[in-house]
Structure formats: C-alpha cells, structure tokens
C-alpha cells in the first residue's frame, strides 16, 4: 500500500499494539456491562475504526449509534468551541452509554457530550477512548477505558486525520514535521 511507504509520519502505535489493546478492552466491556442495556455511541467521524473493531470484541448484545461534532474545523488544535453537527437516531432513556472516541486531547468535547447526553436520561455515561493526551487537557476528563496515553504530538491514522486524509493508516502515527496553522 503506496500510503504507508510515502507517508511523512513516525509510528507512535502499530497495529498490532493497537489490536492487543483493543481486544484486551473488548474483554473488560464484556465483563462490566453483563446484564445491562449497551448502546455504544460513536463520536464521528475518527471513531469509526475503533468502534468497529471494539465492538466485535464486545460478547454482548449491544446497540450502536452515532453522533458527530466538530471543533477542529481544517485545524490542527482544537477551536474551543463544540458544535454537534448529527444526532442519535434513537433514544437513549434507560440505555447503558458507552461514548466511543478516538481522542480526548482538551476534554471540551467529552464534557459537552456528556453534558448533552446526561440531559436524555440514560441509566449510565461511560467513555471509552483510544487515546488521551493529557499534556492538552484543559477540562479533566474521566475515561473509564483507555487504550493509550500519548504525548503532545499531532497523530494520525486508524481514524484521526489531518484535513480529511490519513484515516485509513492500520497505525497511529505523528507527523516529522507539524503543519503550521
């Protein structure tokens, strides 16, 4: 694949450790949430990948939905400002939420969502993340699962993407040099 040989990124996490972990935090779903209602909600468009992969490692019954926001714009930071651009398709009343992201970097858009979601009368929010960068956290954040803790550098792939491109990397990597705002 012609992406990975040109690509201008360091590896931060390789497939393989990224599989190992997922599957290890699909084990732990699985045991916490027996005999509760499971929706997982994906936060679009970066948690595609990891909310696919995790939960075929999910032994449950479950539900998944979707909703999307945007800070970033064609940004490499965060703007500060969340703005949900789809919702649920579904109600999330007596449901067990288990909010999918890809990345807590501020933690402004995890409180927004959990603010928003908290509002719709759910049994139990939980996250679950791949990645946190605590280095950028500007609102604390608790992350119930976590794949990786990462330091403050500009990732892409498995998902993340700068400007649209890079999410189809198997791998999470950081760009050598990072573009300029």
Do not use: W
């Amino acid at each position: 694949m012609s992406i990975l040989k040109d690509a201008p990124f360091e590896t931060l996490l390789t497939e393989e450790q990224i599989q190992t972990r997922i599957r290890e935090l699909g084990e732990q779903i699985t045991q916490d949430y027996q005999d509760k209602d499971l929706v997982l909600v994906g936060v679009l468009r970066g948690s595609y990948l990891f909310l696919a992969d995790l939960s075929r490692h999910i032994d449950l019954p479950l539900i998944v939905d979707f909703l999307a926001v945007s800070s970033y714009g064609t940004r490499t930071q965060s703007s500060g400002v969340v703005r949900l651009t789809n919702d649920l398709s579904m109600s999330i009343v007596d449901k067990d939420v288990l909010l999918v992201e890809d990345i807590v970097d501020t933690g402004l858009t995890m409180s927004y969502l959990i603010e928003n979601l908290a509002t719709r009368k759910p049994r139990s929010i939980k996250i679950c993340s791949l990645l946190d960068k605590p280095a950028r956290n500007i609102q604390p954040v608790n992350i119930d699962y976590l794949g990786f803790e990462i330091p403050d550098k500009f990732v892409v792939g498995y998902g993340l993407d700068y400007m649209g491109r890079y999410r189809n990397l198997p791998y999470i990597g950081y760009l050598n040099h990072p573009p300029a705002e």
